[in-house]
């Protein structure tokens, strides 16, 4: 079983998609922080 990212640069890199990747995680994140 190998990992899916080889390294930190390439999981927050996401493929190339990072700044939508993030952008979703941020989205999720911050209402349930606000709620919380």
Known sequence: MSPAFSSWS??????GYA???WLAVAMTVAPLALLA
Request: avoid cysteine; charge should be negative.
């Open 10 to 15: 390439d999981f927050f890199a996401m493929g």
């Open 19 to 21: 700044f939508f990747v």
